[in-house]
């Protein structure tokens, strides 16, 4: 047993200056790689196990089975440093040391080149001639040569896409002559590139095809995306409005950029309309299409209030008859909806029915959608809002600039008034919380009613004289006028009655 296992160690002795290549080649790789890639070293370690081994099994075989198991062990002494080599320059060295990263098609050419050298070495040392075998037969090299055609493009192409990067792993990207959504590339190899789309769905691409395709790329020159959504409208209401309405239903959506602005440009004159391009800029590539969305919503909201229709194209019409009982329980059923509305406002208490049916009557459903601003501190105004559907936010601006929050009005509840009963400017804010209904009252629906119920100035300025104080105290922003509660009762009771001239 002793004579054995001298035999062994000297065979490793003898062996020692490629053992010693292979061990000095994992160590230095060892010390050169993170911590955390360091287990990629044991490919490289077992090669080595296996040299040790198939050295140690040249003395304890005979002599005529030495032979194969030399070769075995030439064979994983070049492989453990065709592991360990590239991994220590390209990784450790440039990679880690240097933080000089290669993209990973060059690491798998660089890898792919190291083992067929190693194979040319090795079928070498066993006396066999790789060139002898392609330079003797032409028809194996043109048979490899059109088996590889595919391989080699997507090779060479994925070198160039490399080369000139116009994009990168990371880059928002769309193959214009695809009809696939816009892609994430997550992976370039020397085959392929991969990309997840916004659907969440991995599509490999040939980098030939790549090559040779027209590539859009989201991200470059900066992450800076701009939308465009195209809307038409009638010929009777003037651009310039459209164009104002259009851009300030755009402001504040989530997802559209402040900077720079959204902007409206006149299109085209077409059959059923005036076109209208509504462009907005964004930097989340992932969202675009919800944001798109966000962004129809709002344009929708915005024409429905200001009484533009969206124009209809010619089609086939199938006209339904509808009877007057059917016209005149939907228009009932919309009363008395409204009369409970009403009826749920603190100020209305006091109405007579005969009251409430005639203010249901002339007033008017107003829409928003969640984020917008009903009003704004400083606008001019003569309506009041009653909560249908929806939730409102009233908010003041403190020093700085910022917006708080001081109130939150829910169905039922109303705002608005100061303006529609005194004629003064907003004193606050409101915006929607939610998708919002609100029934809006205006001088002549209120004019109405007080014509009908005179304590209904009295009542509303009380309540005004109440909010109004609320407000000032929240806002910080107090006046140094110190007036009883019933003084201001007065003066605000004499405002409603000139302002309505009663």
Same mark, same amino acid.
Do not use: C
């Given at each position: 047993?002793?004579?054995?296992?001298?035999?062994?160690?000297?065979?490793?002795?003898?062996?020692?200056?490629?053992?010693?290549?292979?061990?000095?080649?994992?160590?230095?790789?060892?010390?050169?790689?993170?911590?955390?890639?360091?287990?990629?070293?044991?490919?490289?370690?077992?090669?080595?196990?296996?040299?040790?081994?198939?050295?140690?099994?040249?003395?304890?075989?005979?002599?005529?089975?030495?032979?194969?198991?030399?070769?075995?062990?030439?064979?994983?002494?070049?492989?453990?440093?065709?592991?360990?080599?590239?991994?220590?320059?390209?990784?450790?060295?440039?990679?880690?040391?240097?933080?000089?990263?290669?993209?990973?098609?060059?690491?798998?050419?660089?890898?792919?080149?190291?083992?067929?050298?190693?194979?040319?070495?090795?079928?070498?040392?066993?006396?066999?001639?790789?060139?002898?075998?392609? *330079?003797?037969?032409?028809?194996?090299?043109?048979?490899?040569?059109?088996?590889?055609?595919?391989?080699?493009?997507?090779?060479?192409?994925?070198?160039?896409?490399?080369?000139?990067?116009?994009?990168?792993?990371?880059?928002?990207?769309?193959?214009?002559?695809?009809?696939?959504?816009?892609?994430?590339?997550?992976?370039?190899?020397?085959?392929?590139?991969?990309?997840?789309?916004?659907?969440?769905?991995?599509?490999?691409?040939?980098?030939?095809?790549? *090559?040779?395709?027209?590539?859009?790329?989201?991200?470059?020159?900066?992450?800076?995306?701009?939308?465009?959504?195209?809307?038409?409208?009638?010929y009777d209401f003037a651009p310039a409005h459209v164009r104002n309405l259009l851009e300030a239903a755009v402001e504040g959506t989530p997802g559209v950029l402040a900077e720079p602005k959204p902007?409206?440009?006149?299109?085209?004159?077409?059959?059923?309309?005036?076109?209208?391009?509504?462009?907005?800029?964004?930097?989340?590539?992932?969202?675009?299409?919800?944001?798109?969305?966000?962004?129809?919503?709002?344009?929708?909201?915005?024409?429905?209030?200001?009484?533009?229709?969206?124009?209809?194209?010619?089609?086939?019409? %199938?006209?339904?008859?509808?009877?007057?009982?059917?016209?005149?329980?939907?228009?009932?059923?919309?009363?008395?909806?409204?009369?409970?509305?009403?009826?749920?406002?603190?100020?209305?208490?006091?109405?007579?029915?005969?009251?409430?049916?005639?203010?249901?009557?002339?007033?008017?459903?107003?829409? %928003? =959608?969640?984020?917008?601003?009903?009003?704004?501190?400083?606008?001019?105004?003569?309506?009041?809002?009653?909560?249908?559907?929806?939730?409102?936010?009233?908010?003041?601006?403190?020093?700085?600039?910022?917006?708080?929050?001081?109130?939150?009005?829910?169905?039922?509840?109303? %705002?608005?008034?100061?303006?529609?009963?005194?004629?003064?400017?907003?004193?606050?804010?409101?915006? =929607?919380?939610?998708?919002?209904?609100?029934?809006?009252?205006?001088?002549?629906?209120?004019?109405?009613?007080?014509?009908?119920?005179?304590?209904? *100035?009295?009542?509303?300025?009380?309540?005004?004289?109440?909010?109004?104080?609320?407000?000032?105290?929240?806002?910080?922003?107090?006046?140094?006028?110190?007036?009883?509660?019933?003084?201001?009762?007065?003066?605000?009771?004499?405002?409603?009655?000139?302002?309505?001239?009663?």
């Amino acid at each position: 047993m002793g004579d054995k296992f001298e035999k062994i160690l000297t065979t490793w002795a003898e062996g020692g200056a490629a053992t010693l290549l292979g061990v000095l080649a994992v160590a230095l790789t060892w010390l050169a790689l993170p911590k955390s890639e360091r287990r990629r070293l044991r490919l490289p370690i077992l090669f080595m196990v296996l040299h040790l081994a198939a050295l140690g099994a040249v003395r304890l075989l005979p002599t005529q089975a030495e032979r194969p198991w030399e070769f075995f062990s030439l064979l994983f002494v070049w492989a453990a440093l065709a592991q360990a080599l590239p991994m220590l320059v390209i990784d450790g060295l440039l990679g880690h040391r240097l933080a000089w990263k290669l993209p990973k098609i060059f690491r798998d050419i660089v890898q792919m080149l190291v083992y067929f050298g190693v194979a040319l070495v090795v079928l070498h040392s066993v006396g066999f001639e790789p060139s002898s075998l392609l *330079a003797t037969s032409a028809l194996l090299t043109a048979v490899i040569g059109l088996s590889l055609q595919d391989t080699l493009g997507n090779l060479f192409a994925g070198l160039a896409i490399q080369a000139q990067t116009p994009f990168e792993v990371g880059d928002w990207v769309q193959l214009s002559d695809s009809n696939e959504p816009l892609g994430r590339v997550v992976e370039i190899n020397w085959r392929a590139t991969k990309l997840l789309t916004t659907d969440r769905v991995e599509i490999v691409v040939p980098n030939a095809n790549l *090559a040779r395709a027209p590539i859009r790329n989201f991200s470059k020159p900066t992450v800076l995306l701009r939308r465009q959504i195209r809307v038409r409208a009638p010929y009777d209401f003037a651009p310039a409005h459209v164009r104002n309405l259009l851009e300030a239903a755009v402001e504040g959506t989530p997802g559209v950029l402040a900077e720079p602005k959204p902007n409206v440009i006149v299109g085209d004159f077409e059959s059923d309309g005036l076109l209208y391009v509504l462009r907005y800029f964004t930097d989340d590539a992932e969202t675009v299409h919800p944001i798109d969305g966000r962004v129809r919503e709002r344009i929708w909201h915005a024409l429905r209030r200001a009484g533009i229709p969206f124009p209809r194209g010619q089609r086939e019409v %199938f006209m339904h008859t509808v009877s007057a009982e059917d016209s005149e329980h939907s228009r009932l059923s919309k009363m008395t909806e409204r009369r409970a509305t009403l009826r749920q406002v603190e100020v209305f208490e006091v109405l007579p029915d005969s009251a409430v049916d005639v203010l249901a009557g002339l007033v008017h459903t107003r829409r %928003f =959608a969640a984020g917008e601003f009903v009003l704004r501190k400083g606008d001019a105004g003569g309506e009041m809002y009653i909560v249908e559907h929806g939730e409102v936010a009233v908010v003041v601006e403190q020093p700085g600039g910022s917006l708080a929050e001081v109130a939150r009005l829910h169905k039922g509840q109303f %705002f608005g008034e100061m303006s529609l009963l005194t004629g003064a400017s907003r004193t606050a804010t409101v915006r =929607a919380v939610s998708d919002l209904a609100l029934l809006v009252v205006d001088k002549t629906a209120f004019l109405a009613v007080l014509q009908q119920s005179p304590d209904v *100035a009295v009542r509303m300025s009380e309540m005004l004289v109440l909010r109004q104080g609320e407000l000032e105290r929240e806002s910080a922003k107090v006046s140094g006028q110190h007036q009883l509660p019933n003084e201001r009762n007065k003066a605000m009771l004499s405002k409603i009655r000139e302002f309505f001239a009663i």
